[in-house]
T-cell receptor
Framework: KAGVTQTPRYLIKTRGQQVTLSCSPI?????VSWYQQTPGQGLQFLFE???????NKGNFPGRFSGRQFSNSRSEMNVSTLELGDSALYLC???????????FGPGTRLTVL | GNSVTQMEGPVTLSEEAFLTINCTYT??????LFWYVQYPGEGLQLLLK?????DKGSNKGFEATYRKETTSFHLEKGSVQVSDSAVYFC???????????????FGSGTQLTVLP
């Protein structure tokens, strides 16, 4: 099976702009989670989607949002970008009822 | 709440040396425990996992045993290679609510450099 894919791999934006990142899970996986990785805060959970519904959310401001489509693909959106949003954004998928999450290569977002 | 405390890095070893990276956790109940590895410029790869007390996860020569009594999941390898150079993350997964929702809580990561 193909692994988790994320597009784009790299993005450069300026403060105040918005950005949309995309994630395609492993075939058959219906749960998609998003994580933010920064040198200062490490790996932090953003949210999880399952069957097009957000069922868990981390401690991030409302500027961070996401959605999931009927084919389980997911997007996350960050509006009004701030310098501190510069990070590696990782998407992970898992099978229903399972514990193990499988990660994609990440999208490197740089905010100037 | 849930937390994972991981050995501070960086760790520098010579090839064929023995590796231990300490990991302890705080969580209610019985979380699943994981080690992930991240190579430069890449995402996280699952290295091994254990889902209950006394389970031993193993992969590619790496091992870790789920110790409920000491709330630990230390990573070990008997003989490291240059290709093992990477950042290693300990993590736990607990149910968030009823159903199969899960959230990973990560340690801060340990940078390992293996010299030839």
């Amino acid at each position: 099976k193909a692994g988790v894919t994320q597009t784009p791999r790299y993005l450069i934006k300026t403060r105040g702009q918005q950005v949309t990142l995309s994630c395609s899970p492993i075939s058959g996986h219906r749960s998609v989670s998003w994580y933010q990785q920064t040198p200062g805060q490490g790996l932090q959970f953003l949210f999880e989607y399952f069957s097009e519904t957000q069922r868990n959310k981390g401690n991030f401001p409302g500027r961070f949002s996401g959605r999931q489509f009927s084919n389980s693909r997911s997007e996350m959106n960050v509006s009004t970008l701030e310098l501190g949003d510069s990070a590696l954004y990782l998407c992970a998928s898992k099978e229903t009822g399972a514990d193990t999450q499988y990660f994609g290569p990440g999208t490197r977002l740089t905010v100037l | 709440g849930n937390s994972v405390t991981q050995m501070e890095g960086p760790v520098t070893l010579s090839e064929e040396a023995f590796l231990t990276i300490n990991c302890t956790y705080t969580a209610t109940g019985y979380p699943s425990l994981f080690w992930y590895v991240q190579y430069p410029g890449e995402g996280l790869q699952l290295l091994l996992k254990a889902t209950k007390a006394d389970d031993k996860g193993s992969n590619k020569g790496f091992e870790a045993t789920y110790r409920k009594e000491t709330t630990s999941f230390h990573l070990e390898k008997g003989s490291v290679q240059v290709s093992d150079s990477a950042v290693y993350f300990c993590a736990l997964s607990r149910p968030v609510s009823s159903g199969s929702a899960r959230q990973l809580t990560f340690g801060s990561g340990t940078q390992l450099t293996v010299l030839p």
